[in-house]
């Protein structure tokens, strides 16, 4: 069973408008990732964080997206103005820090976005 | 850019049969290599994993081959059973540097 916990695990937006995802990261881990896999599985890195630090973002998720990780609440992200495009499974995984010797993810079901 | 790439896209063997996955990168940075695999509608979870200090690692019927010098990595699953279907993901991170990157998947379908 995960122990990333995301919310919600559907969500259908229509074109235009926000989209919001929530994500626990497991108990002690201080890095969180957002990744967006499509249709045929594929990954795409989105923005990941350490505690409530922004590490790295992708241009995409500069535009439209934003997220936050703050200090005892959840970390989400959001669509600001939703496309068809963005339809996909959106995925969190939580980690401890590089250079530890676990450096795994840990991921959520996920949350599968429906933009109409 | 693909960083880390995968091959072949889909897999079919038999029962029993030994699968061999290919994975490739180009970041000579990258230094840890963990293999995912993910189910029908589950998340995907870490299978094995390996650091460049290591050629080859193994866990019951699962083995990382590495080979530095040509950034190749491959996973063999000895005596494939059908429980092991699943999309494979190679993936491949660089100390220090909070960057996970995946490669498409392999998509290994065990026939009984």
């Known amino acids: 069973n995960s122990k990333v916990i995301q919310t919600p695990r559907y969500l259908v937006k229509g074109q235009g408008q926000k989209a919001k995802m929530r994500c626990i990261p497991e108990k002690g881990h201080p890095v969180v990732f957002w990744y967006q896999q499509n249709k045929n599985n594929e990954f795409k890195f989105l923005i990941n964080f350490q505690n409530q630090e922004v590490l790295q973002q992708i241009d995409m998720t500069e535009k439209r997206f934003s997220a936050e990780c703050p200090s005892n609440s959840p970390c989400s992200l959001e669509i600001q103005s939703s496309e068809a495009g963005d339809s996909a499974l959106y995925l969190c995984a939580s980690s401890l820090p590089t250079g530890s010797s676990n450096e795994r993810l840990f991921f959520g079901h996920g949350t599968k976005l429906s933009v109409l | 850019q693909q960083q880390v790439r995968q091959s072949p896209q889909s897999l079919t063997v038999w029962e029993g049969e030994t699968a061999i996955l290919n994975c490739s990168y180009e970041?000579?940075?990258?230094?840890?290599f963990p293999w995912y695999w993910q189910f029908p509608r589950e998340s995907p979870a870490l299978l094995i994993a390996?650091?460049?200090?290591?050629n080859k690692k193994e866990d019951g019927r699962f083995t990382i081959f590495f080979n530095k010098r040509e950034k190749k990595l491959s996973l063999h699953i000895t005596d494939s059973q059908p429980g092991d279907s699943a999309t494979y993901f190679c993936a491949a991170s660089e100390a220090n540097a909070y960057k996970v990157i995946f490669g498409k998947g392999t998509h290994l379908h065990v026939l009984p």
């Open positions: 970041d000579s940075t990258f230094d840890y």
């Open positions: 390996i650091r460049p200090v290591s």
